[in-house]
């Protein structure tokens, strides 16, 4: 059974996803799940809470999506083919609320904005370790670790903004070319021995 809590957020992702954040109202909310305004302060304390449930509620299942796709993955180049793959996947298949995750910070009160930055640090950490792995086994060029990091992650967080579910590439096709492209990127500039390191720790 649906809860109304679950209905507030889905209704709040979907009118934040089309209008925006500061654009949608409280009453609107309301509206879109069939109760009074009155009611959405009794599941949620004020619209910026719905906003970092949002936010907070994504950046875990992310978190938990690549931790599971990267279980049992020792070699470093197929630890990072995996990881793209996995971003990207969740980014598609959970396009709205990826598109506010990473659009509407400026919408958080500062102690929620600094709680969902230092979730989002723990994600990009583990991307970052992969990078500094695959530069000091060769496998990767020798660039600093953190800015890779960023490049990747905001490329792959595009597909939230332009993807269109039943368009013409599935969403395992999209991924596979992020992952080919990523890969390609990482390894350019490489001599392929083993030592070469990556700063930005």
Known sequence: MVTMKATIIAVAVDLFYRKGYFA???????????????????????????????????????????????????????????????????????QKETFIANSELRGLTPEHYAAVVAKRDTYEGTIQEIIRDGCAQGVFAGQDAKILSYAMLTLCNSGAVWFKPGGRLSVDAIARIYEQFVIQGLKAGGDGSPGSTCEGR
Do not use: W
């Not at 302060?41 to 938990?64: G, R």
């Open 24 to 94: 949608t109202s409280i009453s609107e909310i309301a509206r879109g799940c069939g109760i009074q305004k009155a009611s959405i302060y009794y599941h949620y304390p004020s619209k910026e809470n719905i906003l970092y449930h949002i936010h907070e509620t994504t950046l875990d299942d992310l978190t938990a999506h690549l931790r599971r796709t990267l279980s049992g993955l020792s070699d470093v180049e197929g630890r990072m083919r995996a990881a793209v793959r996995s971003h990207v996947r969740f980014h598609l298949m959970r």
